[in-house]
């Protein structure tokens, strides 16, 4: 086995597609030396020793040593050094390197190699004392605390270590002596302390810091490899679903100072600006610095060139007019670096003693914004293809552009008030009500609002449509507050489980903080953070963004996948139009009920004695229906538009104080009794399980009835108009063909009547939401009839769990946290079991009917994971809410190219 | 095409083996004649006809009346006499004659030839004109009915029909003429009726009676055609599960009179006793009297033979001894029919002038205990294989013998109050009450109770324990108080919807009925029927009976599938041992915590503030559970018992009154406040999908290891005692293998800790049940673990279809009345939703895990054909009630005899 992988001068035995044996930064280190980039030399212990340190009791494969020994005459030929010499003597860094940057979760030991035998050499040739001691103390609390104490076996609490205690000694060395900063310290200052040091080590940790450059050596690449298993490195893996046997790669690496004089200096760059996209070579320098003085922040880095100056850094030398003649020969490497690499390049450099040495490059993170720009202006630079441009923006990125959010700098300097489920994303800010007729009043008197309830109901929705955001202490990410939200694009937070609401007093508790009505808070929708106070809400506006709108169309030339869009009125259709959709994949009918006027009949339609009554009462609904789906249809013309029928619990349109029982009953001329009676009959343990979807249609036959008239009233009344409208009845929550065939009996007898009354002729499609597992099991039965099948993949998940996404709040911080599920299932689709019966029914109901429809109407359908599966499993459309619908079409363009 | 199949004489076209083409009565009819047993001759038009006759606008084959007309002259031939004719007219009756029997759902014309031409014929004949003017108007009466009010299109509403007026002229006519009855109108009168109701005819129906013998008989057969799709047959065939496309046949006969004078008789007969299973010739006749005589309960029947009579009867003389010769004649056919048919035969014959005519035989009807004893005794007598006679006794058929039921004479003369569903099988008698409280103080002072309920909760159980049956107004079959009723084998009905309860006033009103506390009610539990008062209620022995002890050896001897039985005590345990179960496949481990004592330790449980106090409220049930677990472990030692880990979400153990919760607070030393607050945060929207099962396990990881501690503990103790006890440890609710993983773990490590400390090793499985479709379509990766796989079917039937068990109620009607669900799912396993998700499950778990365990311990467990489902599935057990254990050791033999 190849342990290790020596790079340096012209040579090196890695390259960049070696990153899983290397590491990343292994691997770019070796390709930088291909390149002919200065880099100082070194070698990399591969990630294969990483495993097998674990596989065999923490013991390295035995000729590693003479492989390191190699690499290390290597390195030591190559920077005119020796290891551990009392002459020249060479320094070493020992830094992790694995194949997914884990950034500050693993150790890194510098300066290895300093001990009694090589300090004096080191200050012979430095003519710097206090430089060769401060770099001792360096190494001294660094290998006490990653390499000593963990091989003591000792775990100490945060802040009570071996470090903290070096840290204190050096506290109280300066107080009597009366220094105020470790630049006040003479090199007789750091020996002394370098002795406190090790006195106290020896104390605490019961073994000495060792004087042996080889021990250090092997010390240091031990506790990389130990580190991966840290608990650290253990919980960011877990949240950044990272494999636990990937382990890492350990760089041993010549070290280089940029603190040892005026011309020198340290610096991190990016090859563009990752806050913008803006093609300029950006980034900070420090002169007479070491890498960890710029990330301390106690001194102010400097901009790197005169064109990136700003407001605040105007009065700062840069490193361009500094430094010229490293600058061009720094921005000449950036070049080299982005042409080879045809990417944005994160570079880190030290300039020792006016020579430049550069120690990573790997590619740059972006914002959303940042990351369009930059695909758009490589392709357009010849840099890249399109479909490299297209592929170079995650389609969860666009998600920054399409909502107003929390100004950042701002957001990380206020108070958490609570976390909960980021279901809408985006940010908010108002005060806060805690009734939905609150909300709707101080609106009126142009208050920003956001309301505040334990769950929302239907019968909230006038409150949520006018709040800036709303947030709920109960409900997962597709409660009915989430699905509102969305749909709408607000921001929108849920399943707050340590929020205490207090209706009574109008106020909230969370910890300490006591948050009453008309109090300011503001929210980050996307990440489910409450602040406390007011932060600044920055605008989106993507129409202006000529990037954003470049690539979306290269994305709309690659994808096959159609994207419609989940919507219930004229204006979200608009929305989704601007948005891109191409039809509407879910419109819900029930939202429309609840207008007072209209609730008023369901409910005489739902208290009604006889068929004849509540057929009298649901048909009084027509006008009102006809007229919602003139509108949508309208607005959608010559694009197709699933309408469902009527899909939740009758109990929904009946909850009622007492007070609103009596009013009722006045109203209808019946007794309050009879009214109790019957919401008590219609109670459901279980209501997802329960009296809905088509089984209120096979119950009451007037309600189906009474939809597909009006949706075919409006078809033909627009038809006449010369309006296309392209109607697609869906019926909801089908088990069996049986029930699908009943109901859809009823679609097409009413389709018929209304042909034959208007005179007019009109295309319309019958199909069914597929969103129980039995529907998928007998998926070929049901295509029999069915022209259209469409996931509803909220209910399909709810059933092959036996999740309520209701409730699902209770156990899932839980589940998550012991990485049971590695997502929330109502967020990403479950590939494995969900999406196994998804796949099942596609081929069952094409098996069939060879040309069905096929699409996805769940909350899934904006997912970009779940909108690749889409497109693999052979679907013909996607639905999302209109916020989304930019999304899945980059998504689906990402799916198109990826399975090339 | 061959539509008409001629029998008679010594030769018969049909055979009995051609029921689908001649229906069983043709069929039946032409075997008779095969096997040289005296029948009237005449013809089967086959179902094919049927069929045709649907198909094709309700017209016939065109040479349908050349091959009627081929069988009516052989018909003549055989009989002597000719149809229509003016000397010796043959008259015909003409029947219906479907696949399998629909008693009285379809039409008969009987007489069809009477005519103004053959009248004076067959008076001059017969020398006897009152006999055939009263046949005329039979037929007038008849044919006005079945043909011509049909033809004219009129649907007359119950009673007020042609039939009706017809018969009321006759009352008329009687009191007019101041006549009694029937039998004191002369043949005069009998003609002038005849006129009159003619007359009545032509004016209500606006055609006349037809006079010619050939228009009659088309009308007859054409009727009866007509009657497969009439109301009541189309009903009929729908709870039968007959399917529509079958058809019948019509059987056209020369008629036999059994009312011609002193000579003739009519009568029906079982070669066996179809209510004992006896083996004697067991029948009624009638002297001079026609078939509908016999049914119409004028006159009472006289008993066949002498050995048959009872107390009732033994005044009445009997056949044997009236015409001993026509006597021995049918006894020898008797016999005949049995050795050919090798079962018992119910017979029909009429003796016309001293002479013996066959009109019928067909497989009995007879009760459980007759089919066991007959199945017993018919092997012991050789006339059939072991095999067959399993495969007699259906296994539900075992279920009378195992429940007490209510006397069949009472009960059908008794008020029904309300129906609902069948919950728990057998027959209750009791005074009602409506809490459980009331029902144990009742129970105490030696009432029997009958308790009554909205719904059942677990906190109802010791009321429902002590009460003699169990009545809910909500609810289905797999309820709370189904469920319970039936684990140990009482009367219940659920889902009484017409029930309105007045907890209050204590007391149900139903309709007109008023039921107060103290009042007396029975119920069939079979059924489904609630009447009002008490109903003799009869004992069930099956211990004493012989045949059933044979039978069921035999069941054993046959069946591969073995049969456990779902128990909670160790009185559940030695029950169904009794009952022949093989082990224990679900045992619940809820019921335990319900208990007074234990309850308070576990509302500690749920109210701590942090894990420590938790830890400790749950290890202070340790003590009970351990109890528990000996019990059950000792009363099944040698036998596998599969106990279920805590399943039911918590807040089932926290549903508390006002009142309660105060007492509680004071209990624990907390504010009533923070128990309202536990209770609201555990409120669930669907608890079904909640937070329960091994979701509970995985966040209150000591519950688990609670439970498993008990479990292992009596294990140890068993195990010390020289007690072999087989625990598997059930992880419920599973839905991925990182769940089971989680909760396996927490078990085999409890396990490890037991043996240590106690130093006894022991065995034990670990495995899973499987309720979840995900877990079906993902039991490759449980299996990997898991030793064991339980299917929970209830579950699993509520999440593929979406179906909440306990709010089915609310549609279920409308789905069976539609047709939309040919049965409830969860009585009988959906083999094609649900079915298919088992065998994927049984496929996947095997091909990681090849002697993977595999059992169902669903309510379908004690369902015969989801039994056989489960045979032919490959599973290894079934698991059901202690008192469907015999029904499930029976079907298992069933399974394994018809799929060899």
Redesign the interface.
Known sequence: MKSVYFFGGQVAEGKADMKNLLGGKGANLAEMVNLGIPVPAGFTITTDVCTYFYENDRTFPSDMENQLKEGMGKTESVMGKIFGDTENPLLLSVRSGARMSMPGMMETVLNVGLTSKTIPALIQKTNNPRFVYDAYRRLIMMYSDVVMEKAAGIEPQDGLGIRHQLEGILEQYKVENNLKTDVDLSSDDWIKISELFKDKIEKVLGSSFPDDHYEQLWGGVKAVFQSWNGKRAISYRKIEHIPDEWGTAVNVQAMVFGNTGEESATGVAFTRNPATGENRFYGEWLQNAQGEDVVAGIRTPHPLNESTKTEESKHLQSLETFLPHVYQELDEIRTKLEKHYKDMQDIEFTIENGHLWMLQTRTGKRTGGAAIKMAVDMVSEGMIEKETGILRVKPEQLDELLHPSLDLDEEVKTEVVVRGLPAGPGGGVGRVVFTADDAEEWAKNGENVILVREETSPEDVHGMHVAEAILTAKGGMTSHAALVARGWGKCCIVGC?AL?IDFIKKEMRSGDFLIKEGDWISMNGSKGIVYQGQVTLKSAEPESNDSYRILMDWADEFRTLKVRTNADSPEDSKQAIAFGAEGIGLCRTEHMFFDPQRIVEMRKMILAENETERREAVMNLLPYQREDFMGILEAMADKPVTIRLLDPPLHEFITLSEEQIDELAKELNITAEKIR?RIN??H????????R?C?LG??YPEITEMQARAIFEATAALKNSEINAMPEVMIP?V??Y??YN?QEKIVRSVADSVMEETGIKFDYLVGTMI????AC??ADEIAEKAEFFSFGTN?LT???????R??IG??LP??LG????SHDPFQSL?Q???G??VSLAVEKGRSVRKNLKIGICGEHGGDPDSVMFCHQTGLDYVSCSPFRVPIARLAAAWAHLMQE
Chains 1, 2 share one sequence.
Do not use: C
Request: net charge negative; hydrophobic share 30%; glycine share 12%.
């Open positions: 489980a205490n009676q009959s219609l459901e343990f279980n209501p997802m399980l329960g009296h979807g089984r096979i119950a929550l088990g069996s049986m029930e009943n969103e129980l597992p039995r099991l007998t209910d709810q059933t092959t769990y036996g999740f309520s209701d409730d209770g156990f839980d589940y012991n990485n049971i599920l479950d494995r079991g969900v196994e019966l």
